[in-house]
């Protein structure tokens, strides 16, 4: 079956950087677009960032200009450069498909914490 599996994240201070990596067994990221989620405690989990197959990004408000999607050659690995982190990025982050598309299953996250 597929797996997702998220690395990359840590404690790091306002305003430091991190590059999460997302790993996919299958086809899952050669057929659909890629997504990096969040969610935060006590709040339902979001999209933060899109790259679709031709390589169109899309990002949230929140964090646009301050992350970066990008995916390698092999459309088997999704990276999420974050600069600029604020206390509020705080959150497990999840990759998947793409919105519009059903998700496959969940892998373990990253835990992103962002404090002084």
């Known amino acids: 079956q597929v797996q997702l599996v998220e690395s990359g994240g840590g404690l790091v201070q306002p305003g430091g950087s991190l590059r999460l990596s997302c790993t996919a067994s299958?086809?899952?990221?050669?057929?659909?677009?890629a997504g990096w989620y969040r969610q935060a405690p006590g709040r339902q989990r979001e999209l933060v960032a899109t790259?679709?197959?031709?390589?169109?990004?899309k990002y949230a408000d929140s964090v646009k200009g301050r992350f970066a999607i990008s995916r390698d050659s092999a459309y088997n690995t999704v990276y999420l450069q974050m600069n600029s982190l604020k206390p509020e990025d705080t959150a497990v982050y999840y990759c998947n498909t793409g919105p519009g598309v059903s998700n496959v299953n969940w892998g373990q996250g990253t835990q992103v914490t962002v404090s002084s």
């Open positions: 299958g086809n899952i990221f050669r057929i659909n677009a």
């Open positions: 790259i679709f197959l031709g390589g169109m990004t």
